[in-house]
């Protein structure tokens, strides 16, 4: 048997007999212990067993709430099977479109079945026309437990996680029972993960890694206590968060960059007397795109009336492909940043810290990266050049990572590919740099924009772009043009509620165009004003740089024809 499924049987026969999860908020909350989370689960692997599941199948998985995904997931796993949680439709979905990419995912990853809940169980008739076999959750009744688990190995497939790419060319990374494992216990190392006194509150979606393997598998097999929400609770009522924290006492919580920008901007312009206590909070994680400073000091500003501890933000490193979790900050340290000359970055390649007094001089341009501390314990991290020689302390380059917890590898429509080289090393694409062994990302090479010799980061130029008023907050991409060539430029889409209005939109173009030039002595060669909801999104909401340089090309081309 497997070490993970393992501690799933363990933590169900001794902690998980008082410590569960909580679903159902807000207005009916209903507690799971993880004891009864795993006897739903042995009910419906019986069940899925019983109707033709054989070990190492794939099995998908279409539902939004964690009452009926917790107990179908770890069901697949008692039974030998690997889980992968399909893309869910939004309501601006074209369905059809969305069936055709679900029967390529399905072939892909050779699933015969999806494990379908609400409340996409209306989608059923969909998937019987497009010939996709499907149970109902709700029909696993469990009425003939699983006897005896289903034995698998190591390097059996536990998740095939969907990338955040193109859905006409879909790509799984295979994550194993040996690498699931280990990341989760480095996890709960080094984030000191005590079943006694830890709470942690959550409305991730399940689709994605951070909500998944983060937020409900972590506290599963370790048998911490979880409150469990969807994202439609959270973006239909943003301060439900802090009143979950509040009401539970949480310890630990986690999100992108940008909800704790929307949380606190809600938390500002609550009462004094709202009622919200954030002080039992000891990890706030910020993961999942690149954190924005001044996002995270007005998060802490706003917190603050509410008795957070600023020390709580805490900064990580992740990726599917290394499970979830590459590196955490140190414990109650904060937000640290890095704080370096912007054109030594730009054109020598090397990470140059400055000084308090050096910061002020007019000349000198700065930036500051998060700094994301040290790998955790399994995995190894170093910067190499672009010949894949290794580099030295704060000389940047592409990061590289070794360990067990490193996938062996991805599943994509021409079949599977590989992910490490000979020494077992996975390149991540993400251009940075080390401190003293902690991990620093700039951002990702493919988005990095060169211009007469000088490295552009994409996230300095949508920073300035977004501190203009009328820019919705997360929502600027800059644009690579012409990547590799003499001709190489850029241009920044955003969103804005001032599109449609020429005049309105005409200022704003000017607005950003300068406060892209203040902030890196280059002017985009077009913006672009395009309203809300406009730019292309992964399903987990992160905006999709080379996506909205594609389908914006000939508007971008129009645009560039114009005076800025």
């Known amino acids: 048997m497997s070490r993970f499924v393992d501690r799933v049987l363990e933590t169900a026969r001794t902690v998980g007999q008082h410590n569960g999860v909580v679903t159902g908020e807000p207005g009916n909350a209903v507690h799971t212990t993880w004891a009864q989370v795993h006897e739903q689960a042995r009910g419906i692997a019986g069940d899925l067993v019983a109707h033709g599941l054989a070990k190492h199948d794939a099995v998908a998985v279409l539902a939004a709430e964690p009452a009926a995904i917790g107990p179908a997931v770890q069901a697949v796993w008692l039974a030998g099977g690997s889980v992968t949680m399909l893309h869910q439709p939004t309501p601006r979905t074209d369905i059809a479109q969305w069936a055709a990419d679900t029967v390529r995912v399905l072939n892909m990853i050779d699933s015969k079945l999806v494990l379908l ?16 076999g499907y149970r109902l959750i709700t029909d696993l009744d469990g009425t003939h437990p699983l006897a005896e688990i289903v034995e698998v190995d190591e390097d059996a497939p536990a998740l095939l996680q969907l990338t955040s790419g193109s859905t ?12 699931l494992m280990c990341n989760v216990a480095a996890m709960a190392e080094r984030a000191a993960l005590d079943v006694e006194n830890d709470i942690m509150v959550s409305w991730l979606p399940m689709f994605h890694d951070m909500g998944m393997v983060g937020f409900y598998t972590t506290p599963m097999i370790v048998g911490v206590r979880l409150v469990k929400v969807t994202p439609a609770d959270f973006l239909s009522a943003p301060l439900l968060w802090a009143q979950l924290i509040t009401k539970y006492r949480a310890t630990i919580t986690a999100a992108p960059n940008f909800a704790y920008a929307l949380l606190g901007r809600r938390l500002a312009g609550a009462d004094d007397d709202a009622g919200y206590d954030l002080s039992t909070l000891r990890i706030a994680l ?105 580099l030295g302390d704060r000389e940047v380059g592409e990061i590289r990572l070794r360990g067990e917890a490193v996938t062996p590898g991805y599943l994509t429509v021409d079949g599977p590919v590989p992910t490490q080289d000979a020494d077992g090393w996975l390149a991540t694409g993400d251009i940075g740099y080390l401190v003293d062994g902690e991990i620093v990302i700039c951002g990702r090479r493919k988005d990095v924009i060169i211009l007469a010799g000088r490295n552009i980061y994409p996230t300095d130029v949508e920073r300035a772009a977004t501190s203009v008023d009328g820019v919705r907050a997360g929502n ?46 280059a002017r985009p060669s077009a913006v672009l004003v ?35």
């Not at 006409?168 to 994550?175: L, N, R």
């Not at 730019?535 to 914006?552: E, F, I, N, V």
């Open 476 to 521: 600027a991409v800059a644009v690579r043009l012409d990547a590799g060539t003499r001709r190489e430029r850029f241009a920044v889409v955003v969103e804005s509620r001032h599109a449609g209005d020429d005049d309105a939109a005409k200022l704003l173009r000017k607005q950003i165009a300068a406060r892209v030039f203040e902030a890196i002595n």
């Open 530 to 564: 395009l309203p809300p909801g406009t730019l292309p999104k992964t399903p987990s909401g992160k905006l999709r740089r080379a996506a909205a340089g594609d389908q914006l090309a000939a508007s971008i081309q129009t645009r560039e024809s114009e005076s800025v």
């Open 286 to 390: 910020n993961g999942a795109e690149p954190i924005d400073e001044k996002a995270v000091q007005a998060f802490v500003a706003a917190g603050a009336r509410f008795r957070m501890p600023a020390e709580c933000v805490f900064p990580a490193y992740g990726m599917a492909e290394v499970t979830l979790a590459v590196s955490f900050a140190r414990l109650f340290t904060g937000l640290t940043l890095d704080r370096i000359d912007a054109d030594r970055l730009e054109s020598d390649g090397r990470a140059v810290p400055v000084t308090d007094a050096e910061q002020d001089h007019p000349e000198r341009t700065v930036r500051a990266f998060a700094v994301l501390g040290r790998p955790l314990p399994g995995i190894e991290a170093e910067v190499v050049d672009a010949d894949g020689n290794r």
């Open 117 to 132: 809940g609400a409340p996409f169980d209306a989608l059923a008739p969909v998937l019987e026309e497009h010939g996709i």
């Open 168 to 179: 006409a060319e879909p790509k799984a990374v295979k994550i194993t029972h040996g690498n």
